[in-house]
């Protein structure tokens, strides 16, 4: 199973800083020591033309150069740096390379990547440029020019179970039929000015494991009534997780678990490929948020085990 990263460009942050940049190398290095059939592979950069299926061509030059102004860089809240503008280009350049491999393998990842609160035209909450969007778009139109003319277009379901709510993706998407956003969040956590996604569910602070797990059930179907992809976006944020600083939900790591065996379950009973991005993790532990992820890989790699059987078939 093949993983993208892109942990080698680290942020100059001020003293204090709250998040957690050495996350994304602990993964990594957790992944080689537990789960060493996850070959992880340095990200390629995305290029203008792969960001401007999503963002404005100003906002881009903005970022490469430095030009962001001292508002827009506040709402990101990451200083500019040549390497924060980098890394934000190989971050999504981790996901185009996941969903490529994906659609061909079953699945694949981006060890960073879910970076949901991006807007076509701004950053926001720690996201740069949506990898998300940026990513479906690509494979989108690699799809099409591949299809015979008047084929149906390649149908994206974006599973966001950070525990904030995707509101740039949603924004970027709204008016789109041919991709659907299903976002599970804290109701009254940030960002305090949602936008519409196609399926909103609002959770309630201290939300735990068995009425998590039963709203995303009851999510999952209504996607299931009302949209068919072939790919899907799956944000497996760590912040839910009862030990994260900033998600106010109350999921035991066991429920963690769960949550995301529930969504490989779904997926597999369709046959779909997969993306899975790790969107946020702010725990009072970093060890423990990197343990939440480690076990997203873990129901990852059996899936990806899994759709290689029945390829082979």
Known sequence: MQAFYSDQ???PLPEGHRFPMAKYRMLREQLAVHLPAVQCLEAPRASDGELAYAHSPGYVEAIAQGTASPAVLREIGFPWSEAMAERARRSVGATIAAARVALVQGVSANLAGGTHHAYADKGGGFCVFNDVAVASRVVQAEWGRRQPR???PL???VIDLDVHQGNGTAHIFQGDDSVFTLSLHGDKNFPFRKEASDLDVPLPDGCADADYLAALDG???ELDRRFAPGLVMYLAGADPYEGDRLG????????M????????DWCGARNLPVVVLMAGGYGVRIDETVAVQL????????????FQR???L
């Open 248 to 255: 106010r939900l109350k999921l035991s790591m066991a429920g």
């Open 257 to 264: 678990q769960a949550r995301d065996q529930r969504v490989f």
């Open 155 to 157: 149908r994206v379901a």
């Open 150 to 152: 008047g084929a149906e």
């Open 295 to 306: 076990n997203t890989y873990r129901v990852a790699l059996a899936y990806w085990k899994g």
């Open 310 to 312: 029945d390829s082979s």
């Open 219 to 221: 999510a999952l179907a």
């Open 9 to 11: 460009f680290v942020l």
